[in-house]
């Protein structure tokens, strides 16, 4: 496991670490085990050395290079780079690089971190198990024969690896937090709006949201907090400010009420995942917090509608790939025939099913029966939250509902690999927040995950309760 | 709900989002396809007649800028970045005479 980035960067920060040696010893961990992890689409060796010599140098000077200074973070390779290959993981945009940078890039630099590489994912963040990418697989660190999750699996295994201290992902309905489960780091996906989303490219726009990876709770908090805040450049980022996270870390659970939630522990859930859930609730209540039973009904549905809600809006988004202004173009005589031959080209089959799942549940005829009623069952599942919320501080879940499954195991049936995302999509759905943190391990000996819940804005809370978490977790 | 999605409805779709799929594909997508609605008809109970619709987590509200010229992308890296340019422009195969 890699240096905690906090500790790296109080150490660059002070002088008394060199941005360049920790770099370096960060690309010889990348050396040593890359080509058996394919954590990457791109390690950026030489942009980084720049990136890092310069913090050196600004040190040196008696500047301050911000509070992740020297820190080295891997990027889900769907965030924009400028000059820099973006590829999310599709032939359809190999060799791409973007004219501008992606709004939580921005804050990296002024936060003095250095972006170590792009990493793998399922082809536009579409799957959970990292094997639909254009580029190959990445595999578990933990175990070289199981997938890392997915969608954001280069990034979840980068820092499982401690290729990097922290990454980046993105989370459209379970995507950071089903891989850090599965890799035994933490995850979070930040409440809807609260981070930009400009400069990731979008797959479901209502749903998408860009947060951290990280070996330990406190590390994520520092990274939420430099790339949170309100964006111009993003109709639907949020004027509120997220309050300070990191103050209260330490503060406790005592008299907190935390409430399981019944409907993501029943049917599906591995009995060694189910109790180590149950686990943390009894950890957390000796720990002085209130713990009961918490009902969220429409949860159970929202694995239906997701799956019709988020095709929708992929088939609307990735439109836009039509090789005329960027990616690939495949030529044909005519512009319709060229845009056909490119996309049947440029789009895995995953992807392909999205798209024609989505055009289908918006078309005439079925828009009623399919997307009409995803959109009135969101709004059950939002309402249920928020009667749970009226009782509890937090939500208490499993993240994943087994440990990391072998490669291969769910690529037959889109169906058994979409079940993955059952305890993580109704947080994406409804908007809140929700972080995956490592607590104890399964009968196979591989992590589990547990997820916490909370309402809009309600960060601070539920890092507490993740902090106190990972303090309580077995060893 | 709906009856279970045919062949040709896939093949339709496909057409709409300017996918070729060969007979191979048609067949392995409309099996898919139709096992992933069929477990979506497990909202057909539920009656959510009166209940309004949610298309996004917050109540969006429209966002206006101050009418002021700020950075703009440079136009020769933009174009750059195109599988083919002619002057300042993207060019593109002829656009009429197709209809497949």
């Known amino acids: 496991m890699a240096m905690r980035a906090l500790d790296i960067a109080a150490g660059v920060r002070s002088g008394e670490l060199s941005a360049r040696h920790v770099l370096d010893d960060h690309l010889a961990t990348i050396d040593g085990r890359e080509r058996e992890i394919h954590a990457f689409n791109s390690v950026l060796t030489d942009r980084a050395r720049d990136a890092a010599d310069d913090i050196d140098r600004r040190v040196a000077a008696g500047e301050d290079p911000g509070p992740l200074a020297g820190v080295p973070i891997a990027l889900k390779d769907n965030l924009c780079t400028r000059g820099v290959d973006t590829t999310c993981s599709s032939r359809i945009l190999e060799g791409w690089r973007p004219p501008y940078d992606a709004t939580v890039v921005q804050h990296l630099a002024a936060s003095g971190a250095v972006i170590i590489g792009k990493t793998n994912l399922d082809e536009f963040a579409m799957g959970s198990s990292t094997e639909n990418s254009a580029f190959g697989p990445t595999r578990n660190p933990r175990d070289l024969s199981r997938v890392p999750g997915g969608s954001s699996g280069g990034s979840a295994a980068a820092v499982a690896a401690g290729f990097a201290s922290l990454a980046l992902g993105s989370d459209t309905g379970g995507s950071i937090r089903q891989p850090a489960a599965l890799c035994g780091v933490v995850g979070v996906k930040p409440t809807y709006g609260l981070v930009s989303r400009y400069g990731l490219v979008a797959f479901a726009s209502s749903l998408d949201q860009i947060g951290p990876f990280a070996a330990t709770v406190g590390d994520a908090a520092a990274l939420l907090e430099v790339i949170a805040g309100h964006d111009p450049l993003d109709s639907t980022s949020i004027p509120e400010h997220v309050a300070p996270i990191s103050p209260h870390l330490d503060d406790g659970v005592a008299g907190l009420r935390v409430g399981v939630v019944r409907e993501l522990l029943g049917e599906g859930i591995a009995p060694d995942v189910a109790a180590r859930t149950r686990e943390a609730a009894d950890a957390l209540a000796g720990a002085g917090a ?92 939002c309402r249920d939250f928020a009667g749970a919320y009226e009782r509890f501080d937090v939500l208490l879940a499993p993240t994943s509902p087994t440990t990391a499954f072998p490669l291969g195991d769910k690529t037959a049936d889109p169906l058994t690999m979409y079940l993955n995302d059952v305890c993580t999509i109704p947080s994406n759905l409804s908007g809140d927040p929700a972080m995956s943190v490592p607590f104890g391990s399964g009968d196979d000996g591989l992590p589990v995950g547990v997820q916490v819940l909370a309402p809009a804005l309600a960060e601070p809370t539920m890092f507490r309760v993740a902090a106190a978490l990972e303090s309580l977790a077995p060893v | 709900m709906a009856e279970r999605i045919t062949r040709d409805a896939v093949a339709h779709v496909a057409r709409l989002a300017r996918l070729e799929l060969t007979d191979d594909d048609l067949d392995m997508f409309t099996d898919q396809l139709a096992k992933v609605l069929g477990h979506a008809a497990d909202v057909e109970s539920l009656d959510v007649a009166d209940v309004p619709p949610t298309s996004h987590p917050y109540p969006l509200r429209n966002v206006l800028r101050p009418d002021v010229i700020g950075p703009t992308l440079d136009r020769a890296e933009v174009l750059a970045a195109a599988p083919e340019v002619e002057d300042n422009r993207f060019k593109v195969p002829p656009i009429l005479g197709d209809a497949p």
Not at chain 1, 322 to 338: K, S
Not at chain 1, 339 to 363: C, D, P
């Open chain 1, 290 to 381: 209130r713990v009961d039973e918490a009902t969220v009904p429409a949860a159970v549905y929202g694995l239906s509608a997701y799956y019709l809600i988020a095709p929708a809006e992929a088939s609307s988004n990735l439109a836009r790939f039509d090789g005329v202004r960027y990616g690939l173009r495949i030529d044909a005589p005519t512009t319709t025939e060229m845009m056909i031959a490119t996309r049947t080209q440029g789009f895995g089959a995953e992807v392909k099913r999205r798209i024609m799942l989505g055009t289908y549940a918006l078309s005439a005829g079925y828009y009623d029966a399919y997307y009409g009623k995803a959109q009135r069952v969101r709004t059950l599942i």
